[in-house]
C-alpha cells in the first residue's frame, strides 16, 4: 500500500484523475471500476475538464461501477446509474454501452450478481479500480463482517452507511435498505487500486484502514492485502496517521510520483497552491545525515 497526503481536497482529487488520465493514455481500453459519493464529484469534474480541454479520449474505455441500489430503476435521481450518467458518462465521450453497473431492478439479484462478476471477468478484469471509503470503512457496499473472498452480492445496507447517505434523499427513510455491491474479494482482484478520501471526517477511519489491524469489521483493512494499491488523501483525511512523515517522505522520492509533485495548473487556478509540508525541511535534512 502507498499512502500520498496533498495538501488540500482539490489537489486530491487532482492527482487522482492525473492518474487515471496517465492509465488512459498508455491503454485507451482501459477497464475501470468506478465509485460513487460526493468525494469522487471533484474527479469525475476535473476528468470532464481533461476530456473538453485536453482531448482525455473515453471512447474506447470500459466502466464497472462498483454498486447498485437495490429497488432503484435507472433514471431514479439517487441511483448510481443517474449519478453516473450525470457526471461523467453525458459529459464525455464514453460509449453508454461500455459502462456497467449492476441493474438493482432485476427480479433475479443472484444471478444479476452472478452475471456482473461474469461481465467483468469476461473483459479481463479490472485494470484501475477507484475507491471511496464509508465512515464504518466500508469499500462499496461491503458492511462491516463482509468476507474478504466475497463476490458481488447483495447486502443490507447498516443503520451508520443509511445514515451517512440519508442527506442525499428527500427523506432518511428513502434510503434503500439494500444494495448490489461488488465483493472484497472482487475488489482485492482489481490489477490497481485508488482508494481517495478527504476531509476531516474521515480521519479516524482512514488511519484504522491504513494503520490498524486486518478486520472484516472494516473492509478497507483488506487494502493491505493489495500489491498495488495508493490511497489518495487531503491533510484532513490524513491527519490521524501516526507515520504521515514516513507517507510524505516516500511521495518526494518514488521515482514514479516525480511527475506527478507539481499540483497540476488546474488545481492552482481553483485557488490552492501546493504548500510545502511543514515535515518536509526535516525529512530533507534526515535524508542528508
Ligand atoms: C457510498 C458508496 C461508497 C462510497 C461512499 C463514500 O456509500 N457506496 O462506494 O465510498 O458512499 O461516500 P462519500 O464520498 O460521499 O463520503
Known sequence: MEVVIRPNAVEAADLVARVIDGEMRKNPCLVMGLATGNTM??????????????????????????????????NHVNSYRHYMNRHLFLQVNIDLQNTHLPDGMASDLVAECAKYERLIAEHGGIDLQLLGIGQNGHLGFNEPLSAFRSRTRVKILSPVTRAQNAPLFPRP????????????????????????????????????????????????????????CTLI???????????????????????????????????????????????????????TL
Not at 471533484?42 to 482525455?56: C, I
Not at 491504513?210 to 493489495?226: D, F
Not at 517522505?249 to 510545502?276: D, H, I, L, V
Request: with cysteine.
Open 233 to 287: 488523501l487531503d491533510e484532513a483525511a490524513g491527519s490521524q496517521l501516526k507515520e504521515s512523515e514516513y507517507y510524505h517522505w516516500m511521495f518526494e522520492n518514488q521515482p514514479e510520483w516525480e511527475p506527478f509533485r507539481t499540483a497540476s495548473s488546474s488545481a492552482a487556478k481553483n485557488g490552492f497552491q501546493s504548500t510545502p509540508h511543514p515535515d518536509k525541511q526535516l525529512l530533507k535534512q534526515s535524508r
Open 173 to 228: 427513510d428513502l434510503v434503500p435498505h439494500r444494495a448490489i455491491t461488488m465483493g472484497v474479494g472482487s475488489i482485492l482482484d482489481c490489477r490497481h487500486c485508488i482508494l481517495l478520501a478527504t476531509g476531516e471526517e474521515k480521519a479516524a477511519i482512514v488511519a484504522k484502514a491504513v494503520e490498524g489491524p486486518i478486520t472484516s469489521m472494516i473492509s478497507a483493512t483488506a487494502l493491505q492485502l493489495h500489491p498495488e
Open 41 to 74: 464529484e471533484a474527479v469525475y469534474a476535473r476528468l470532464v475538464r481533461m476530456h473538453t480541454g485536453e482531448g482525455l479520449d473515453f471512447s474506447g474505455c470500459r466502466t464497472f461501477n462498483l454498486d447498485e441500489y437495490i429497488g432503484l430503476s435507472n
